[in-house]
């Protein structure tokens, strides 16, 4: 099965900095998804975005499919931003079953 | 509009004993998927059912575990006897076709002593 490694495993970044956060996957996909797990340990969806980029305020995120990468970027980060970042594609191309990384950690200083 | 609903939040309970989790997918959601996550393993998915059917279990660690899916509305997953290695957090998501993005529930925490 398809294989996703995320990089770096954690980030301890002051509040203000920019960071990106990268995910590799091993095989073509049609799906991939961005979440964010808070300190409360909520699942909230950030991006759906299968290929090119979306912006959402101080996030963004590209794909490049052809290249089995994302990238999530987030700005100006916040203290609210800290928690571990997930991305998930699914198991094989057209399932409904997804893979997650193992995550990103990413811990925001005041 | 709601997001997909779980309850309990937490549940402790003791070995030997059975546990019900329980969910409220997203109205008009028509998949709905159970998921476990833990420090060791990360998040697993269990089961899936695409309009109340159950497409993949293959997921499901043994026969204690079950999941039923009565209705569009609701599902749930049972585990019957409980061990303390399925303590963990189990998610319940929603996904409104086959292709599309899931949401995911707060989750449940259970602790099995």
């Known amino acids: 099965g398809i294989q996703v490694e995320q990089s770096p495993p954690d980030l301890i970044l002051q509040e203000g900095a920019n960071s990106t956060l990268r995910c590799n996957f091993s095989d073509s996909v049609n799906n991939l998804q961005w979440f964010h797990q808070n300190p409360w340990g909520q699942l909230i969806n950030l991006f759906y975005?299968?290929?090119g980029t979306k912006q959402n305020g101080r996030l963004s995120a590209t794909t490049v499919a052809t290249e089995r990468y994302s990238l999530l970027y987030i700005s100006s980060s916040q203290t609210t931003d800290s928690g571990v970042y997930f991305c998930?594609?699914?198991?094989?191309?057209?399932?409904?079953?997804?893979?997650f990384g193992q995550g990103t950690r990413l811990t925001i200083n005041p | 509009d709601a997001g997909v609903i779980q309850s309990p939040r937490h549940e402790v309970t003791e070995m030997g004993q059975e546990v019900t989790l329980r969910c409220k997918p997203i109205s008009g959601h028509n998949s709905l998927f159970w998921y476990r996550q833990t420090m060791m393993r990360g998040l697993e998915l269990l089961i899936y059912?695409?309009?109340?059917?159950?497409?993949?279990d293959s997921g499901m660690p043994e026969d204690r575990f079950s999941a039923k899916m009565p209705n569009a509305s609701f599902s749930t997953l049972k585990i019957q006897p409980s061990e303390p290695r399925d303590s963990a957090v189990y998610f319940c998501?929603?996904?409104?076709?086959?292709?599309?993005?899931?949401?995911f529930g707060p989750g449940t925490r259970l602790t099995v002593l």
């Open positions: 998501a929603s996904s409104p076709n086959r292709w599309n993005e899931q949401f």
């Open positions: 059912f695409n309009n109340n059917v159950p497409i993949d």
């Open positions: 998930a594609v699914p198991k094989i191309q057209g399932a409904q079953k997804l893979v």
């Open positions: 975005i299968p290929s």
